[in-house]
């Protein structure tokens, strides 16, 4: 690993000097891709300077120690930094261990949530809108930006399903663990005998795949314009704004009919449909590495049953990592650091132990 990183520690030094260069900074191409190189370089060389420094505190003392030294307390002085500088060592090897992890590529990119009332009926239509809403309170304070793509709505208040986008850096890298099925565990509004009911929202969170990266087909369409149905005033029902796209190799369907215009509509339309294209290209190549999948808290399955909300108890549940927390309703207005934190350690443990088996 060391040797590794001193060959890194040489690149970095080079990028740094080519970064100053007039004729580097006036290829903006080259430019980027090189201060990107650099950015996602610098914790990794910040680090391995810490253990260097480290290290060289360590060899120091056992100099010292080695040549014999009789006075009582400079041996104490030496011995105990000897220990210290070990352990920071210990301590910042590991670190680096974590760093040096494969990263997903996919991290740094913003995302398409889908989320879906499951068993439970209005009540689970209702806990859909709590989803949405945590996750929007949460987008909201890290300053990112969402949009509505696709909804449909219920008379109370909920929502049978919705998608909407979240955009900001690092979107995807702190929302991946989300996919699976969300159980809520609740006295429902309507329910007289104040009986607790369990009802289930399944979401999935893809990855925002833009049009550089999947280029689709337009011969693998089909694109159907109608009549929008539900709230929405005269407008919106009297013209064919909504649209429907089927792709057709894999018969995978997205509608939009939130806005007037028939072309937004179709934007959204095509920015759900790659998203999920997107997807079904990774779990494809996923199955490929399904024994170093297994070993990772990874992305979840939308089949899984991954978290309970009770709101008798106030408390959430991650069955994945045996987490458990009694600040629901703290954590339903968005404050959802403390388990991202968890499932992100939790996955590097996992990938570290798969990489040392």
């Given amino acids: 690993m060391f040797e590794k990183l001193a060959l890194m520690a040489e690149k970095?030094?080079?990028?740094?000097?080519?970064?100053?260069?007039?004729?580097?900074?006036?290829d903006n191409k080259l430019y980027t891709q090189l201060m990107k190189d650099y950015k996602n370089m610098t914790p990794i060389i910040e680090k391995y300077n810490e253990y260097q420094k480290a290290l060289s505190s360590f060899s120091d003392a056992k100099e010292m120690l080695d040549e014999g030294i009789t006075d009582r307390d400079m041996k104490e002085l030496a011995q105990a930094e000897l220990e210290e500088a070990k352990d920071d060592m210990e301590r910042i090897a590991q670190e680096l261990k974590i760093l040096l992890l494969p990263k997903d590529p996919n991290d740094e990119k913003n995302v398409i949530i889908e989320i879906r009332g499951g068993a439970g009926g209005e009540e689970a239509s209702l806990f859909a809108n709590s989803l949405y809403r945590m996750y929007t309170m949460?987008?909201?304070?890290?300053?990112?930006?969402q949009e509505i793509l696709s909804a449909n709505p219920t008379e109370l208040g909920g929502f049978k399903e919705i998608s909407f986008s979240i955009e900001g850096s690092g979107a995807y890298s702190r929302l991946k663990y989300e996919?699976?099925?969300?159980?809520?565990?609740?006295?429902?509004?309507?329910?007289?005998?104040?009986?607790?009911?369990?009802?289930t929202v399944t979401v999935a969170v893809l990855v925002e795949a833009d049009e550089i990266e999947l280029e689709i087909n337009p011969t693998d369409l089909k694109i159907d314009y109608f009549r929008a149905s539900g709230a929405g005033g005269q407008h919106i029902n009297k013209?064919?704004?909504?649209?429907?796209?089927?792709?057709?190799?894999?018969?995978?369907?997205?509608?939009?009919?939130?806005?007037?215009?028939?072309h937004k509509n179709k934007d959204k339309a095509m920015k759900i449909l790659r998203s999920r294209i997107y997807e079904a290209m990774q779990e494809e190549h996923d199955a490929k590495i399904a024994s170093e999948r297994r070993m990772q808290v990874g992305t979840g399955d939308r089949s899984e049953r991954i978290r309970t909300y009770n709101y008798p108890q106030g408390r959430l549940t991650d069955h994945r990592i045996?987490?458990?927390?009694?600040?629901?309703?703290?954590?339903?207005?968005?404050?959802?650091?403390?388990?991202?934190?968890?499932?992100?350690?939790?996955?590097q443990a996992a990938k570290l132990a798969n990489q040392e088996a």
């Avoid at 949460?138 to 930006?145: L, S, T």
């Avoid at 600040?327 to 968005?334: H, K, M, Q, S």
């Avoid at 404050?335 to 934190?341: H, I, P, S, T």
């Fill in 12 to 26: 970095y030094n080079e990028i740094g000097e080519k970064l100053s260069d007039p004729n580097i900074v006036s």
């Fill in 138 to 145: 949460y987008a909201e304070a890290r300053g990112w930006k």
């Fill in 179 to 199: 996919s699976g099925v969300h159980r809520v565990q609740r006295v429902p509004e309507t329910e007289s005998q104040g009986r607790i009911h369990t009802s």
């Fill in 239 to 262: 013209t064919e704004s909504a649209v429907r796209i089927t792709y057709l190799p894999t018969n995978v369907v997205v509608e939009c009919q939130d806005e007037r215009s028939q």
């Fill in 322 to 347: 045996g987490l458990t927390i009694y600040r629901l309703e703290d954590i339903l207005n968005g404050n959802l650091d403390e388990v991202f934190d968890a499932l992100a350690t939790a996955d």
